[in-house]
């Protein structure tokens, strides 16, 4: 029998690629560089039974509607917020994601931005390339101490723990607000939950670690950036949607905060002359938060996994819209 034809929008490591191909004929977009162009998508997804996308790819209706004989979506990542998961239901189609790999990873690299931020890492490392380096001075590039700080995680899911456990190891206070409260993490890491007005009142460190929902879209804007202290860090490692950037511009401008550090932008990939990274208070990266060789290549096996598992009409191992299994 014919093996289904699937699509795959980037190059993925080897080791997942061997999984799809066991079970699909893939067309692969062969490319780090280049996203897939939308009509080449258009077009291979025609006679597609699977897609395996990431982060980059807008899986909307136009692409649900062009690929009758679509029968699973599997995203690379946690986030599912650029696949119509609505429409997918409606035609009970399952999306798979890969929540759990990229955990530790994604919270190393959230920790290692508050860090670079207030320590002006990235801002030293330039300063001493570009020979500026002429005297030792007592206040040369010092920042805010980590270590006991006051720590205030807006999202309290897996990252927000694994940022929190960090945290503890620092000594640092751990503030949370969350849109349930999780009594276990605030026994077992001694956090405490907070409004998340007084959150932001009350924090040196902002981390936002919210995923992007209609909710959450722009949460963080004007009125929240004035409730933060003037000493304090704001820091992103969710999705860019959760951020109003003109509200973050201006805050950093005007010193209405001390800095910023972020991983993730509105639009992706962001030009280099994006407003945000003409500031001298924000360190900003490009969405490199679960990008660790091993959590990657994780991360692309589940996707394969999960997309494998769909073409069987098996349950996926990770699935983001499951009421599709509900008869
Ligand atoms: C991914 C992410 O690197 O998992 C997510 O939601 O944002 C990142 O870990 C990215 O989505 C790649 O597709």
């Given at each position: 029998?014919?093996?289904?034809?699937?699509?795959?929008?980037?190059?993925?490591?080897?080791?997942?690629?061997?999984?799809?191909?066991?079970?699909?004929?893939?067309?692969?977009?062969?490319?780090?560089?280049?996203?897939?162009?939308?009509?080449?998508?258009?077009?291979?997804?025609?006679?597609?039974?699977?897609?395996?996308?990431?982060?980059?790819?807008?899986?909307?209706?136009?692409?649900?509607?062009?690929?009758?004989?679509?029968?699973?979506?599997?995203?690379?990542?946690?986030?599912?917020?650029?696949?119509?998961?609505?429409?997918?239901?409606?035609?009970?189609?399952?999306?798979?994601?890969?929540?759990?790999?990229?955990?530790?990873?994604?919270?190393?690299?959230?920790?290692?931005?508050?860090?670079?931020?207030?320590?002006?890492?990235?801002?030293?490392?330039?300063?001493?390339?570009?020979?500026?380096?002429?005297?030792?001075?007592?206040?040369?590039?010092?920042?805010?101490?980590?270590?006991?700080?006051?720590?205030?995680?807006?999202?309290?899911?897996?990252?927000?723990?694994?940022?929190?456990?960090?945290?503890?190891?620092?000594?640092?206070?751990?503030?949370?607000?969350?849109?349930?409260?999780?009594?276990?993490?605030?026994?077992?890491?001694?956090?405490?939950?907070?409004?998340?007005?007084?959150?932001?009142?009350?924090?040196?460190?902002?981390?936002?670690?919210?995923?992007?929902?209609?909710?959450?879209?722009?949460?963080?804007?004007?009125?929240?950036?004035?409730?933060?202290?003037?000493?304090?860090?704001?820091?992103?490692?969710?999705?860019?949607?959760?951020?109003?950037?003109?509200?973050l511009y201006e805050a950093l401008k005007d010193n209405k905060i001390w800095a910023a550090g972020i991983d993730v932008f509105e639009h992706e990939p962001?030009?280099?002359?994006?407003?945000?990274?003409?500031?001298?208070?924000?360190?900003?990266?490009?969405?490199?938060?679960?990008?660790?060789?091993?959590?990657?290549?994780?991360?692309?096996?589940?996707?394969?996994?999960?997309?494998?598992?769909?073409?069987?009409?098996?349950?996926?191992?990770?699935?983001?819209?499951?009421?599709?299994?509900?008869?």
């Amino acid at each position: 029998m014919d093996k289904p034809k699937v699509v795959i929008t980037r190059r993925i490591p080897d080791e997942a690629l061997e999984i799809v191909r066991k079970h699909a004929e893939a067309y692969l977009w062969d490319s780090e560089e280049q996203p897939i162009p939308r009509e080449v998508l258009l077009q291979e997804i025609r006679d597609a039974a699977g897609i395996l996308a990431n982060v980059s790819d807008r899986i909307d209706k136009a692409i649900f509607e062009g690929a009758p004989r679509l029968r699973v979506v599997s995203t690379m990542a946690v986030g599912y917020d650029n696949i119509d998961t609505a429409e997918a239901t409606n035609r009970k189609i399952p999306v798979g994601h890969t929540p759990g790999v990229l955990t530790e990873t994604t919270a190393d690299l959230t920790f290692a931005l508050l860090m670079a931020t207030a320590r002006r890492i990235v801002e030293a490392a330039d300063f001493l390339r570009d020979g500026k380096w002429k005297s030792w001075a007592p206040m040369l590039l010092t920042g805010p101490d980590v270590y006991g700080a006051t720590i205030g995680i807006i999202g309290m899911g897996r990252i927000g723990e694994a940022v929190a456990k960090r945290a503890a190891g620092f000594g640092m206070k751990i503030l949370y607000h969350n849109r349930t409260r999780r009594h276990e993490i605030e026994e077992r890491l001694n956090a405490q939950y907070r409004s998340l007005e007084n959150l932001l009142r009350e924090s040196d460190f902002v981390v936002l670690l919210a995923p992007s929902t209609p909710e959450t879209y722009r949460m963080m804007g004007r009125k929240e950036f004035d409730m933060m202290k003037p000493s304090a860090i704001f820091i992103n490692t969710s999705r860019g949607q959760n951020v109003d950037e003109r509200a973050l511009y201006e805050a950093l401008k005007d010193n209405k905060i001390w800095a910023a550090g972020i991983d993730v932008f509105e639009h992706e990939p962001a030009p280099p002359d994006h407003p945000l990274l003409s500031l001298p208070n924000i360190t900003a990266l490009p969405h490199i938060g679960s990008a660790s060789i091993a959590t990657r290549t994780a991360m692309a096996v589940l996707a394969a996994k999960n997309l494998a598992a769909g073409l069987a009409g098996e349950k996926l191992l990770f699935c983001a819209n499951p009421i599709v299994y509900n008869d």
